[in-house]
């Protein structure tokens, strides 16, 4: 199927539709960085992904918002469908993907302006009119918790925030444009154990409204927050289910990944 992905801004407001990662393979030159892997994220869950470091975790949140795209010598195989349009399929709009599927990283990334144009901006680039944008800060900015403590200072440099606050408005930027999935890479492992509380609890609290794909090196993390987990090794996903039952029983390879971790 080929159509092109259109951008309707209003869209985020449906309940949150899932994605379909199908048989997807990453080769750089010669390296092959994930190999076959298919799994379905349902519409409003959590799903986490976990694995050893190297093991493709990144690599495959990238294939879902085309981040390879551009990269010397990548090559992405298979189809990720979302609506019923594949994202690999021919005509589809990469723009028109990164805004229904949001990326939050390790490292906060605002952007060098003050802490409502980081909302702001993205907002106006998107389309929304003027009229609704102050109402649509002040949303997000409650979502991710952060209004009470910035309310007085919304025109000062959001590079002044503390690191989890930084990520924090990070994630409420990512929000703001009401995408469907959100694709989070370990977005609490370079914070302190407050603030990565906090970021947990703001992840379950999207569940219903947004699909979530968390990247976590925590077992218990992932265990705490996710519906359903995926386990990665060497590339290929050894294992994907609802996360209580992986952690009763999985493949032996698998159980003692989530009973000893990775030792990173
Ligand atoms: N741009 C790239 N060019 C070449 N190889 C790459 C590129 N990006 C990633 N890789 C390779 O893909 C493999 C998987 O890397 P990836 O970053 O996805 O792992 P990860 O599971 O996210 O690890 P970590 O837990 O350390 O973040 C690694 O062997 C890495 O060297
Ligand atoms: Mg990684």
Known sequence: MNQVLELDPYVGETPAVGLR???????????????????????????????????????????????WDGIPRARVEGAVWYQGVNLYGRGVDVAAVRSRIGMVFQRPTPFPKSIVQNISLPLAVHGYPRSEIADRVQASLKTVGLWDEVANRLGTSALALSGGQQQRLCIARALAIQPDILLMDEPASALDPKSRGRIDDLILSLRDAVTVLLVTHHLEEAERVSDRLGVLMDGRLQAFGPTQELFRSAPEKVAQYLRHGSGN
């Not at 997807?24 to 030159?29: A, F, T």
């Not at 409003?44 to 294939?63: D, E, H, M, Q, Y």
């Open 21 to 67: 990662i199908e048989e997807i393979s990453v080769r750089v030159g010669k390296h092959m960085v994930l190999e076959g892997v298919s799994m379905d994220l349902p519409g409003g869950k959590i799903s986490a992904l976990v694995g050893p470091s190297g093991s493709g975790k990144s690599s495959l949140l990238r294939v879902l918002n085309r981040l």
